[in-house]
């Protein structure tokens, strides 16, 4: 591309007039730092590293440059990959990191995405995503990688937030109160009514997440009966230590070891799902906090799938393939658990395929269905599930759709059927956490980042409770600000900023609030 072109293209003769223009008008001192902020930022440069995950297995990251700063995402990675899902490109090479480098997927962003962003406006998020889509060119983002667009893809959604920021509001407020991420979010997909989610804590992982005997993959709880986030996240981390307890005095301190998404994973003797249930039971016994906690599970039934068949015994060798299940024992099963436990939510009771099982069972109305292995978070899955009601729920991993904007899509689609949503950690995890501030922005209701324990998932949850007390503290600090700023603003013409104050002093109050019993709103 000739200079010209790259002028023409991103308009900049028009940009820098207007900046020019600017700052005559309003007279600064001080012109190159007032036309330095009058410019729309761009993206300047996409630079990418390969980084290692929370299992230790290479991940992209990538810091996006604007003239407004650099913004840092990574890529999470998950056990499960499905033939519908976005692809993440290895290396391949055996030699190095057992051929799961990611140095091709980081030579794309430093060559090809970083020439084609460089110069948008990161706020135009479909924009940048489409950029990068149209120079895919392929269905499931195989030439570029899944991992090196959802890395950009998020770093851009950062670089956007930011930019609204220094745009929205006046320079002198813009270190005291700024448009965060969520809000931006909030903005593009359009949704203004916001709240904070009820968080599926894992407590106890099993299949492909740990070496135990379980052969189903987390039983988490959901603090429903929290009046906020704060406490639903203390009640999670007291019923998670109360099962570290139970767990030590019924097996040993030695059964106390975790699982990738942090969960804790005894091996289980009798039945693989009664008897895991009956320690989370007694652990939120012990809580005393009773109905508050409800209990969700995801089966992952596809790993222990065998033809028509589920072995619950997969994980055992010296019972493995001996007492196979039909999927009507695992019907009847599931009924007389969702009657003993607290059970409110089951994601992946059957096979992936298995699209009638799942249908019938969503039918009986036991509990909240979450089609994860099922849908793949892929469009088309979902939209067949909407058409054939196959499930009620949708698990957004978004390393599967590949993009923020089609991430919001699909949570439109879901919401538009009147779904549960639940934003999804991936058992290969990075410290990122932008699933917290886009489960706030969507108001998806449910977030699952696994226990309440490992850092790479305590950044989600952690997150989400900063936002939550962040924005109280900028709500009760409000009157004070405009107390301090009253005579400036009152003889200034900043009555815009004063709008915009009252205008997120306002939604500040709403952001506030926890889902709580409301967590399947749609
Ligand atoms: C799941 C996810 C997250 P993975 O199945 O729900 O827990 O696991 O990332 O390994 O696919
Ligand atoms: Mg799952």
Redesign the pocket.
Known sequence: MSVQEYLDKHMLSRKIEDAVNAAVRAKTPDPSNHMRKAVPSVITKVKARQILDSRGIPTVEVDLYTNKGMFRASAPS???SGMYEAIELRDGDKGTYLGNGVSRAVRNINEKICEALTGMDPTLQAHVDQAMIDLDKTEKKNELGANAILAVSIAACKAGAAEKEASELSTWLFSILSVPLYKHIADLSGKTNLNLPVPAFTLISGG??AGNNLAI??IMILPVGAKKFEEAVQMGSETYHHLKAVITEKYGAHECNVGE?GGLAPNVARHVFREGLDLVKEAIDRTGYKERIKIAL?V?ATDFCIGTKYDLDSKSPNKSGQNFKSVEDMIEMYKELCKDYPIVSI?DPFDKEDWDHVKYFSGLGLCQVVG??LLMSNPKRIERAIRETACNAL?L?VNQVGTVTEAIEVVKMAKDAHWGVVV?????ETEDSFIADLSVGLATGQI?A?APCRGERLAKYNQVLFLSTDLSMLSSSFPYLMKMCGGFLATNLHQEVVLQLLRIEEELGEHSIYVGDDWRQS
């Not at 999804?424 to 290969?428: F, L, P």
């Open positions: 998950g056990a499960t492909k997440h993959q987390e998404d995801d992952a994601e994860d292995d698990l991993k999804s950690q991936r058992s290969g699952k696994g």
